[in-house]
């Protein structure tokens, strides 16, 4: 693969402009500052990974291996607690509730029973900890945007049995496009100032926190990392012994694509190693084979298993440089352009990386309250331990297809529009559109579309059973 590092004129002195424009904002830690220096650098030198197509394989059993083909478990409590004691679980927890008109970070949205993402994460690994008589602490990487709430959020955890620890994620300046000058030195000291540079930062952040160091002194070997709206992303001690077992440093839990995933990175072999190749990185003549389900047939699901040792060495030697996404928005009329990279991204660096071909029940995310509604329904159901479990009652093996209309995406509004959630055990798909309301004890079975008339308001009533029909007014019910 070729890679240009050498600057144009004009890149240089943009470079050594932005240096001493980055020099000058304190708000920012050094480690901040050459760390975006640095990423900067890369993009402008145009070191972007050109991938040849004709040279990209997919990946054998041996590099992505399918979940059932993991070294067996053994069945004594003990080793099982060895395995634990070796384990620390890391959440993604820098988003903002923002996209499902929330505010705070995302992890406080209620999913079940009153009970919140981080309440269920909670649950999970006091139960480990209880059952094993482990020590299994907790990772939340916050961003500048979830910090100060998730310090307040944490304390109602004080008395239980596990460690919590909090860490930062960098702060990076928004670039102004047009010269690349930091936007905070343009006056725009606030939160609009700054971004977060995407979670591929997990790494060296872990090291700039003290936390990696911390970690490696109690012992612990391997860090599962995951995102925090994930309900799916349980503790798999299948996966962490395969790992010990085969001194894998890196591994990245992958599931087999649907419709729904098309757009979704997939693992590949390419020059002898394992890559994530993401849809932005496919030259347009490709992207629909990319999308095809046949030729790439699994997709990225973020849940990571990383081997701390392993960050520790790659982190100190700079080695980490992931494919580089630029993300351009616009902050108050100023097109700006953010750099970030992603963790998955990084699996080409670790010695012996693999996948695993989990179970699509690993990969259960809540991105939009349509998500919600599946989850709340009877779909599934939550166990004592803070599992969020499939019913099996229902024979389908894949969710149902649910869009909701703009009236239900704030949480408040899809709450107050469900009398309660609907029975969908049965349910194909379900679309709704315009102002509806739900009674309470509504069935939903196979293919249900409810479409309000403009300025009609339509009440679905208690108790309604709705099988294959498209409903319009109430003489449709």
Not at 112 to 119: H, I, P, Q
Not at 203 to 223: H, T
Not at 292 to 307: D, P
Not at 376 to 404: C, K
């Amino acid at each position: 693969m070729a890679t240009a590092t050498a600057f144009s004129p004009a890149d240089t002195d943009k470079l050594s402009k932005l240096k001493s424009a980055v020099a000058s904002l304190n708000q920012i830690s050094e480690n901040e500052k050459s760390g975006f220096i640095n990423l900067v650098g890369r993009y402008l030198s145009g070191e972007a990974q050109h991938i040849d197509w004709s040279k990209i394989q997919t990946p054998t059993d041996e590099v992505v291996v399918p979940y059932d083909k993991l070294a067996p478990l053994s069945e004594d409590p003990a080793d099982t607690k060895k395995l634990l004691d070796k384990l620390v679980v890391l959440k993604l927890n820098g988003g903002l509730g923002t996209t499902m008109g929330c505010t705070g970070p995302k992890s406080v949205i209620e999913v079940r029973n009153g009970l919140t993402f981080l309440d269920l994460i909670v649950k999970q690994i006091e139960a480990l900890n209880a059952k094993f008589g482990c020590s299994v602490p907790l990772l939340l990487m916050n961003s500048f945007n979830t910090h100060d709430d998730t310090l307040k959020i944490v304390e109602k955890y004080a008395n239980s049995n596990i460690d919590i620890h909090t860490f930062n994620q960098s702060q990076y300046p928004r670039l102004v496009a047009e010269d690349f000058t930091p936007l905070p030195c343009k006056g725009n000291s606030g939160k609009d100032g700054w971004y977060p540079p995407g979670h591929g930062d997990v790494f060296p952040s872990l090291m700039n926190s003290g936390k990696l160091d911390a970690l490696l002194a109690k012992g612990k070997e391997y860090v599962f990392v995951a995102n925090s709206d994930n309900l799916g992303a349980i503790v798999d001690l299948k996966i962490l012994n395969h790992l010990i077992l085969n001194k894998n440093e890196y591994c990245m839990e992958v599931t087999p694509k649907t419709l729904a995933d098309v757009k979704g990175g997939t693992l590949i072999s390419y020059e002898g190693k394992v890559q994530l190749l993401e849809i932005a990185q496919v030259p347009d003549e490709y992207v629909n084979e990319f999308k095809s389900i046949e030729k790439f047939k699994i997709f990225n699901t973020n849940n990571l298993w990383v081997n701390l040792s392993a960050i520790k060495r790659l982190v100190e030697a700079d080695a980490l440089k992931m494919e580089i996404i630029p993300n351009p928005k616009e902050v108050d009329g100023v097109k700006v352009l953010q750099l970030e990279t992603a963790a998955g991204a990084a699996i080409k660096f670790f010695d012996r990386a693999i996948g695993a071909n989990v179970p699509r029940s690993r990969f259960l995310p809540v991105k939009a309250t349509s998500d919600l509604l599946l989850v709340q329904s009877d779909l599934y159901t939550l166990t004592g331990e803070g599992y969020v479990i499939r019913n099996p009652a229902r024979s389908n093996p894949s969710n149902p297809s649910v869009e909701l209309g703009p009236e239900f995406k704030k949480v408040a509004n899809f709450l107050a529009r469900f009398k309660s959630i609907p029975s969908i055990i049965d349910l194909d798909s379900l679309k709704v559109t315009g102002d509806v309301w739900f009674g309470s004890g509504v069935t939903l079975k196979g293919k249900v579309t409810v479409a309000a008339k403009a300025g009609l308001k339509l009440e679905i009533p208690d108790g309604a059973v709705i099988a294959d029909k498209d409903i319009n007014g109430p003489e449709d019910i």
